[in-house]
């Protein structure tokens, strides 16, 4: 058997070289070195588990500093026992100017002091005022904060919205708050800039009302051979404070390649609030209209040089038959190609008057000369 060529050991080389690599790249990470991991991180784990119940007998104080991680813990309307049982959100009724209370409770389950911030944001969150903007909240602690929410006098009857935002200096915690304004309240509901974009329908609610409202939409699209969408009214998953705006999209998945539509949008809200609108937009494929643009365009340009070289065709065959037939000159003329050659021999033309010249020369005598002789 001969000895493999250079270039056979060359393919050998990379081809083990391919397997080796790939050997690797499948074989799992050896087991072992993963088993005592887990065992020492369980071991090390056990005794801070172990010690939980004992913080209830103040033995907490005892555990390692290096245990202790960032704080847990919780704010939320104050109220209820169990979480379960706990309110949603801080829920108020009044009367323009008069002041409602409540209390806010801020739950410590860590190892560690936490120590809060207090504050409002919203329409309903500005008129709220703690006991305390600031509150420290001991290990593994329940503290509840009173706060009072005066509604301005000039408040519009109807509902107002906001938040109670609990900040620790790494994260914070919002709680909604809902007040119910004492009087006449008005719904109102308008949506505006309906936009259609492929198959993407854009709008916006406008609650123009006093009253808290949850929308429902209803959705219907007509084309030029008929109705290729109708979605029957439906909530929204939202509820729209006073004078809120809120920009939403309806998806349509099976919008139409090549159709002129009319998309009608239609809302309601309890309290009698109702609103439609509509926008109208042309479906085209963009491929078949580029083609057929350039189509079009090369077609135009075609009959542009055919009736281009048709009009030099005809005054070419116009021409000629006018110099051949001389249709304009006289009877007997000569022509422009038999002038053209002859330009050179016109003096010999002109020889005429030495034909002439024969009488002047008096041959005659000369003749009768002859005769004579």
């Known amino acids: 058997m001969s000895p493999p060529t250079p270039r056979l050991r060359r393919a050998l080389l990379v081809l083990t070289t ?3 690599a790939l050997l690797c790249a499948l074989a ?35 555990a390692p500093a290096a245990d202790d991680g960032p704080a847990d813990w919780t704010a939320r309307p104050a109220g209820g026992g169990a979480d379960r049982d706990a309110r949603p959100y801080v829920y108020l009724e009044g009367t323009p100017g008069t002041a409602l209370q409540d209390r806010l409770a801020v739950t410590n389950s860590g190892r560690a002091p936490l120590t ?14 703690f006991a305390a903007d600031t509150v420290t909240v001991p290990a593994r602690t329940r503290a509840e904060v009173p706060l ?8 519009v009857p109807g509902d107002a919205s906001g938040e109670v935002v609990a900040d620790d200096g790494d994260e914070e915690i919002r709680v909604p708050v ?13 949506v505006e800039d309906v936009e259609i974009s492929g198959g993407t329908i854009r709008y916006a609610l406008v609650n123009r009302g006093n009253a808290m409202l949850e929308p429902r939409l209803a959705v219907r699209a007509d084309g030029m051979f008929g109705t290729l969408l109708d ?26 390649a090549l159709d002129a539509v009319t998309v009608r949008l239609r809302v309601s809200a309890p309290g009698g609030a109702r609103d439609e609108a509509e926008a109208s937009a042309t479906y085209i494929p963009v491929a078949p ?37 001389g249709g304009t000159e006289p009877p007997g003329a000569e022509s422009a190609d038999d002038r053209q050659p002859t330009t050179e021999t016109r003096p010999l033309v002109k ?18 000369a002859g005769a004579e002789s």
């Open 18 to 20: 391919a397997l080796a």
């Open 28 to 62: 799992p990470l050896p087991a072992a070195a993963a088993g005592p991991a887990d065992t020492d991180l369980a071991a090390d784990t056990a005794p801070a588990v172990g010690t939980a119940p004992a913080a209830d007998d103040g033995s907490a104080d005892t």
């Open 116 to 129: 809060v911030r207090l504050r409002g944001d919203g329409r309903a969150g500005a008129w709220i005022g």
């Open 148 to 155: 009072a929410l005066t509604v301005p006098p000039d408040a």
């Open 178 to 190: 809902r007040v119910r304004i004492g009087g006449p309240t008005l719904a109102a509901l308008t």
């Open 231 to 256: 979605r029957p009214e439906r909530p929204l998953p939202l509820e729209l404070a006073p004078g809120r705006r809120v920009e939403r999209t309806e998806p349509w998945p099976d919008a139409p």
């Open 289 to 325: 209209a580029v083609g057929g643009g350039l189509l079009l365009l090369g077609g135009l340009a075609l009959l542009g040089a055919v009736a281009y070289r048709r009009r030099r065709t005809r005054r070419g065959d116009s021409e000629p038959p006018d110099k051949e037939t």
């Open 351 to 368: 020889a005429g008057p030495l034909v002439k010249a024969g009488p002047s020369v008096k041959a005659g005598p000369l003749a009768k």
